[in-house]
């Protein structure tokens, strides 16, 4: 098995280093440092086969667009540095790729959800859930979206590598309430653009109608009732950012219409 790894780091040190040592199988490991200052560049530097120095870019799904085609390999880990990825993946990962037949382009794995370094085991971030992190990058379309970069292209697949107890991806995605807010409160700036080109449009009949069930699936259908305060605070904060999803959805999309209007006036 040939396999590329790409990781987008800006003042990640804290699981960084954890992150790359878990990637060591890889052929090629490549660290994308968006000018890090506490010592992101430093541990990348022991671990990256290649290293690259970036401008500041809003998403990482930009990096992916730009740097996929330039990675040695079709096959590619996405990982981020607060991923710990699996060893008891690595056997199953290197089988299914062995005998791929030419139309797999997405390899599930199983993952799960640190809040303030436990794991999630309620909320709709709650539990073992799969994430696209094997990709063929010949038979996927990557487009420059928060949260909506990759799809197959038609005609290929994805296969999930089923749950064994210990093969699923660590993701310590929020050690604080802070830095919970801060994450959200910059893919917010995106999500607008993102859902517009995803084919969603803003109503308000429709923000209500998701933002509730939204709500409902994380604090009711998730069980986030049953993790305490953490749950509930987190059930709610994820209808909220629906909420707040589709307000940046509306105000992008008035803006696109406006822009339209102008254009048409304008033209002779």
């Not at 040939?2 to 960084?16: D, G, P, Q, R, W």
């Not at 822009?259 to 006036?265: I, K």
């Amino acid at each position: 098995m040939k396999i590329s790894a790409l990781i987008v780091t800006f003042n990640e040190a804290k699981h960084l280093r954890e992150c790359l040592k878990s990637l060591c199988f890889c052929d090629q490991i490549m660290v994308v440092d968006l000018g890090s200052s506490d010592g992101s560049v430093e541990i990348a530097r022991e671990f990256a086969t290649d290293f690259i120095s970036h401008t500041h870019v809003p998403v990482v799904e930009e990096i992916w667009v730009e740097l996929f085609p330039k990675l040695k390999y079709e096959w590619i880990i996405r990982a981020d540095p607060d991923e710990i990825f699996p060893s008891d993946a690595i056997a199953t990962i290197d089988n299914i790729i062995s005998s791929d037949t030419g139309a797999l382009a997405i390899i599930n794995i199983p993952y799960q959800y640190y809040f303030r370094g436990k794991p999630l085991h309620h909320t709709v971030w709650g539990g073992i859930r799969f994430s696209s992190k094997v990709i063929n990058r010949n038979r996927v379309n990557l487009f420059p979206r928060v949260h909506r970069g990759i799809i197959a292209k038609p005609d290929n697949t994805q296969i999930n590598i089923p749950y064994n107890g210990s093969n699923a991806v660590k993701h310590f995605w929020a050690d604080s309430f802070g830095y919970l807010f801060s994450k959200h409160s910059r893919y917010l700036s995106f999500e607008g653009k993102s859902r517009y080109e995803h084919g969603f449009r803003f109503t308000w009949q429709e923000m209500m109608r998701l933002t509730f069930k939204q709500l409902k699936r994380s604090l009711i259908k998730s069980r986030g009732w049953r993790g305490g305060w953490n749950g509930i605070f987190l059930s709610f904060y994820y209808g909220y950012y629906e909420a707040a999803s589709w307000l940046a959805l509306r105000k992008f999309q008035n803006m696109t219409s406006d822009n339209l209007q102008q254009d048409t006036r304008r033209a002779p």
